[in-house]
């Protein structure tokens, strides 16, 4: 654990404010709205879902795990989330989930201004030996939702998770800020995404190596096809690392001296992220790491802070690109599988940054190879997550196709060129009758 020394039993620090599950959510009254913060205090959800007296309670889980599926599942709270996770899935198709189109980068604003809380809950480290809890591998929107709850005098519950790493940040949590606290059962469970890469990952990432210079910083989005592509430039130097997830080919890259932040103008010599992915490799990197800043959604992801970067590079994935160049990286037959994440974020900072380029990387195919994933136009109900503005590459293992500068013409014949052989025919004849081509 990070700190001025860990205290030897933690739960002493909050006294009589260390409660049961049961006993923490007594806070919450019919009518109220309950944030959660980004990391779910999952045991708490779990024990509010067996509240029977509470009535038209609101409950935002950003990313929905077990405890805000008990909270749906009961029918009885109005449950609101902003990435889709297989928890949500069979909810959302029941209408117990309603989902919230949000860039990372509002989630704080639209708490403030459309969904003030009545009460805080979040998922936190043990303190330290300076009596400060860290927001551990994933502190999202978690640092504002405890600002509002300070400002605002609300009730701050705690979920305290010893498993998680305490990880450097300008921002701790004092034990004296938290109203009360339980001890967390385990681990947060259940959030895992779709898989958006197949073993086509390494011939995608040698198209994308090209297009990424020494120095540059690097934004890789969730994905085995973004995290392949960084596992190929241990030859480059000095690189620079701001991203939304670190993943494991960031670690391995700074691990090998390649990812040194000595170019970044921003936070030089340090990793910025606002989640670490979850594994235990990653967790045992970021704990107590001071090269590793973890910090809050809105610093991370701010596009003017981007932006101050040089060469920035975002690499991230997507299910289907049409031929005029629009992304959907969230949908899948048209039901909401992902979130935006952080993507148009890191697009919009790489659009007003210098010498920048927003790339998004996908197989060309689906795994059977039954079905393109460059499309004539996307699918009935598919989101478009990036607008064919914020691209200015598409990379499938078959190249990497232009969108920078192009003319609607140019773009269609380079997707199609990026297409598998054997659906370019029908695209192309698609692209005349659209009179793309």
Not at 303 to 328: E, H, K, T, W, Y
Request: proline share 6%; aromatic share 4%; with cysteine.
């Amino acid at each position: 654990m990070y700190g001025a020394g860990a205290l030897m039993d933690w739960r002493t620090s909050f006294g009589n404010r260390l409660l049961s599950p049961n006993e923490a959510v007594s806070l919450i009254s019919s009518g109220m709205t309950v944030v959660c913060g980004l990391t779910e205090p999952s045991d708490l959800c779990s024990a509010l879902a067996a509240r029977d007296d509470a009535r038209d309670v609101t409950v935002v889980s950003a990313v929905l795990l077990p405890g805000g599926g008990d909270l749906a599942a009961s029918g009885r709270f109005r449950v609101i989330t902003g990435f889709a996770t297989p928890v949500s899935y069979p909810l959302l198709r029941k209408g117990l989930v309603e989902y919230i189109p949000l860039q990372f980068s509002q989630a704080h604003r639209w708490v403030e201004a459309e969904c003030p809380p009545n009460v805080v809950m979040v998922r936190l480290t043990p303190p330290d030996g300076r009596g400060l809890c860290s927001y551990g591998w994933a502190p999202g929107f978690t640092p504002d939702l405890i600002r509002i709850a300070r400002e605002r005098s609300l009730p701050l519950i705690a979920e305290i998770d010893a498993s998680m790493p305490y990880t450097v940040s300008s921002e701790q949590v004092p034990v004296e800020a938290i109203t009360c606290a339980v001890e967390a059962a385990g681990p947060p469970a259940g959030g895992d995404v779709p898989a958006l890469a197949s073993d086509k990952a390494g011939a995608i990432a040698v198209h994308v190596r090209s297009l990424i210079p020494d120095g540059a910083t690097l934004q890789v989005g969730i994905g085995s096809v973004p995290d392949a592509a960084v596992s190929l430039l241990v030859d480059k130097k000095d690189l620079g690392i701001h991203t939304e997830v670190l993943n494991e080919g960031l670690i391995e890259l700074m691990e090998a001296g390649v990812a040194t932040g000595a170019r970044k103008s921003l936070h030089p010599g340090k990793a910025v992220c606002t989640i670490c992915a979850m594994s235990d490799k990653i967790h045992a990197f970021v704990d107590g790491n001071p090269d590793v800043l973890v910090m809050s959604s809105r610093e991370a992801l701010d596009p003017q802070a981007i932006a101050r970067n040089p060469a920035v590079r975002c690499v991230n994935s997507a299910f289907q690109v049409d031929l005029l160049g629009q992304v959907n990286a969230e949908t899948i037959g048209g039901f909401q599988v992902a979130g935006v994440g952080g993507q148009l974020d890191f697009f919009r900072g790489a659009a007003i940054a210098d010498d920048a380029l927003s790339i998004v990387v996908l197989d060309s195919t689906t795994s059977d190879e039954g079905t393109s994933r460059i499309v004539p136009a996307l699918e009935r109900g598919a989101v478009v997550t990036s607008t064919r503005y914020d691209v200015d590459y598409v990379v499938t293992e078959q190249g990497a196709a232009q969108m920078l500068g192009k003319t609607t013409r140019e773009r269609a014949r380079a997707l199609v060129g990026i297409a598998h052989p054997k659906f370019r025919e029908e695209l192309e004849k698609a692209a005349r009758e659209m009179a793309l081509l």
